[in-house]
C-alpha cells in the first residue's frame, strides 16, 4: 500500500472526506467532488481512486462533512497576524508557501472567506485543502505538525470568531463592490487579477473565467463575471496599479475528466484495453482513434433522424484529436487504433489488383472483339453502302474498377474530390500532426480546400468541381470526411489563440473536432511484457467487418422516396421512445446554454456542434453493438456520458488557448534555477541551446514576456553591435 493511500484510508476512518487531486498538484482529478462535500468517500472509492491515479496528492474537504475549517496563512504579515488573533492549541500543517491551522467546525458551516487578512484565508463550506503527506510543487512534502501533549484530531481548537480587517490595510483594494460578496466573487477575482495583473486581453480572461466558474460549487451569473473582469481591468489598465512581484504563475490546466473504458461499446472495449495495458498510454487517444474509425466505415451508409417526425438527418463521420506531450505514444496509439481500417484497406486492395487484372484480359478480349466487327462493319459495307452497322459494331465495354478507399494521409483537396466521387460513403483522412494541416489551409491561397473540409464535416453536402485541364461538372455526391491526428499542447494552444483573437481560423474548423482530448499523463510507467489478446483483436475485426458490409435493410433502416417513387437520400434510424426523452432532455440543457451568456463564443461554437455529435456517437455505438432498429436507450446514455466527458476536455483545451505559454515561462524558470543561465541573458541565449520546448524563437519571447510581467525577471533595453538596442534579461531578487 502506497504512503498516500495509507494517509488516505486513515483520514476516511476519522470521519473525513478526501478527494484525489493532480500528482503534485491542486487540482481534482475528479469530474465533480460536490457529492464528496456531502458525504466521506468509501474505503473502496479511496482505493480505486489511487489504483487509476497512484502518485495523486490528497484533498481534504473543509466544512460540516469533515468536522474541520481551515485557517491558510502564506505570508509573513498574515503569520504575525494569527499570532495575535488565533488560538495556539490545534494542529498545524507546513505548506510550500506557509501554513494550515486546523480546528473544529462545531457543527457550524463555516463560509470560505478570502483576505481575512493579508494572506489570510479560511477553507470552509465547499472547501478543500491539500494535506500531508501530499507533495508540492517543490517537491516538498506537506507535513502535519502536532502540539506537544495533543491527544488526536478530537482535540482540535474551535475555530475562533474571526474579524476580517478592514480592506484598507490589503496589499490591493478594488474600485467596486463585488455584486454578491462571497467565495466565488472572491474566486472569480482573484483568478481576473492574477491574469489581467500580467498582461492578457480581455477577451482571454473572460474565457478562462468562465471556465473556472464552471468548476465552482454555485457558479455566479455570466454578467456578473464579466462586471468582475471589466472593473479589475479598469483598475490596472487605466490607473496602472500593480501589485507586489513575483507572482505565482497560473496553473497551465483545467481539470478534466478521466476516461471510462464503459465509454466504448462492450465488443471492442477488451481490445481497446489491451492496447492500453501493453502500451501504457492514456486510454483517451486509442478511444478517440477507435471512435473515428467506426464513424468512417459506417459513413453514409446510414443516418440518424434525432427527433421524431422532422427529416432532418445526421451523418455520423467525425473529427478526434488527440493533445499530449512528445513521448507520451500519440501515434503509436492512433496507428493501433487504425489497424482495423488498415486491415479492410489491405483487403480491398487486394481485390482491386485481381480486378483489375481481369480488367486487362478483357480489355484485350474488348480490343479484339472491335477490331473484328470493324472488319465486319468493313465488308458488309462493302457489299451494301446502306447496311446498318450498328449491331456489328457494338461491343461490349467493361469499367475500370474503381478501388475502394478508406483512409488518406496527405491528399490536396483535389486529389480528395476525386477520391470521394470515387468513394461516395465517405473516408477518413489521417494526419499524425494535425495543426500543419489546419495552418495550411489558413493560407489564403488554400481558401477553397478549407471550404471543402468545412463542407465535408457535414457529410451530406453536394459539390461539384469545375476546373481547367481536370474538367468540367466533377460532380460528388455527398463530401463526407472524417478527420482524425494528433498534436502537441504548445502547438494547439497557439492555433487556438489565434483563433479565437479572430485570426484565418476563426471559422470554426477547430470546433469541428467534437472527439477532442487532452488528458493528464497517467501515473507512474509500468513494464508490461505479454502477448496481445488476439481473442479481443479478433472480435473488434469482425465488428469492424460486420460495419464495413452492412445493409441498411438488415437492421430496419427507412428511406425516403422521391416523386416517382425510389428510393432518395439516404437510409436512417431514430431514437426508440425512451431514447428520444433522454436525448430531449439533453438537447433542451443544451440550447438554453446556447442562447444564454455563460458561454465564452469560442466554447458557444464548439458546443454547438454537439448538435451533430451526440445523436452521431449513439448511432455509431448502437450499430458497433449490432443494434438493429431505433436506436437504444443504452446507446443513448452511453453517448450522453461521451458528451459529459468531452466538455471537459474542451473546456481544458480553449482555456490553455486563451493564455500565453506558461509551460515555457516555467521551463524558463527552471533552466535559471539549475544555472543554465547568467545573470543577464538574452532570448537568444535560450532558444540557440536547443532545450527540449525552448528552441522555438516566438514560444521563448512569450515565455520571457509573462516572466517579466509576474515579476519574476527585469528586461533591459542595451545598446547592441551596430547601434542596435538589445534586450536582455535577469533576476528581479527573488531567492529560492
Sequence with gaps: MSKRLDAALEYVEHGFSVIPLQPKGKTPLLPSWAEYQKRPPTAEEVSAWFEQWPDANIGLVTGAVSGIAVVDIDSDEGAKWADKNLPKSSVYQQTGKGYHIFYKANGTAIQNKVGIAPGVDVRGEGGYIVIAPSIHPSDAEYKLIFPEGFDGWADL?????????????????LDFEPVEPGLRNSTITRIAGKYIWRGLDRDAVLLLCHG?????????????VETIVDSIWHKDKVSGEKTKCPEPLPDELLPVAAFDYDLLPDSLRPWVKDICERMQCPPDFVAVGVM????????????????????????PNCWGLIIGRPGILKSPALEAALEPLKRLSAIANKHHQEAMAEYRKTQVITKLKAEA????????????????????????????????????????????????????????????????????????????GRGFYLTGWNGDSAYTIDRIGRGLNLYIEAVCISLLGGTQPG?????????????????GLIQRFGIGVWPDNGGAWKDV????????????????????????????????????????????????????????????????????DDLHPALESHFSKYRKLIPALALIIHLAEGGTGPVSRAATLR????????????????????????????????????????????????????????????????????LVEYGWLVEERVEGTGGRPATRYSKTGWQE
Design 639 to 706: 453517448a450522453l456520458a461521451w458528451g459529459e466527458y468531452l466538455e471537459t476536455h474542451a473546456r481544458r483545451i480553449y482555456s490553455a488557448g486563451a493564455q500565453p505559454t506558461v509551460a515555457t515561462a516555467k521551463m524558463i524558470l527552471k533552466k535559471i534555477r539549475q544555472g543554465h543561465l547568467a545573470e543577464s541573458f538574452s532570448s537568444r541565449d535560450i532558444w540557440r541551446k536547443g532545450w527540449a520546448g525552448l528552441s522555438d524563437r516566438e514560444h521563448v519571447a512569450e515565455g520571457l514576456r509573462m
Design 373 to 448: 466487327a470493324e472488319k465486319a462493319a468493313r465488308k458488309q459495307l462493302a457489299e451494301n453502302p446502306d447496311a446498318d452497322l450498328s449491331e456489328v459494331l457494338t461491343v461490349d465495354e467493361v469499367d475500370v474498377p474503381v478501388q475502394k478507399r478508406y483512409l488518406s494521409n496527405d491528399p490536396t483537396p483535389a486529389s480528395l474530390g476525386a477520391l470521394l466521387i470515387e468513394n461516395p460513403k465517405g473516408l477518413l483522412v489521417h494526419r499524425d500532426e494535425i495543426v500543419s494541416l489546419l495552418k495550411s489551409l489558413d493560407r489564403e491561397e488554400n481558401a477553397e
Design 157 to 173: 481548537a474551535d475555530f475562533p470568531k474571526i474579524q476580517k480587517q478592514k480592506q484598507e490595510q490589503h496589499k490591493r483594494t
Design 292 to 315: 473515428v474509425c467506426l464513424a468512417t466505415v459506417i459513413g453514409r451508409k446510414v443516418g440518424i433522424r434525432p427527433q421524431s417526425r422532422t427529416d432532418w438527418t445526421v451523418i
Design 212 to 224: 473556472y466558474n464552471t468548476t465552482l460549487r454555485e457558479p455566479l451569473p455570466a454578467k456578473e
Design 529 to 596: 511484457d505479454r502477448w496481445p489478446d488476439n481473442g479481443a483483436k479478433n472480435q473488434a475485426y469482425k465488428v469492424f467487418d460486420y460495419l464495413d458490409k452492412l445493409a441498411p435493410a438488415t437492421i430496419h433502416a427507412q428511406q425516403d422516396t422521391d416523386i416517382d417513387g425510389n428510393p432518395e437520400g439516404v437510409p436512417y434510424l431514430r431514437f426508440a421512445p425512451e431514447a428520444l426523452g433522454l436525448f430531449l432532455e439533453w438537447r433542451i440543457d443544451l440550447e438554453n446554454r446556447l442562447r444564454g
Design 491 to 507: 502547438r494547439i494552444a497557439e492555433y487556438i489563440r489565434h483563433a479565437i483573437k479572430g485570426g484565418a481560423g476563426d471559422d
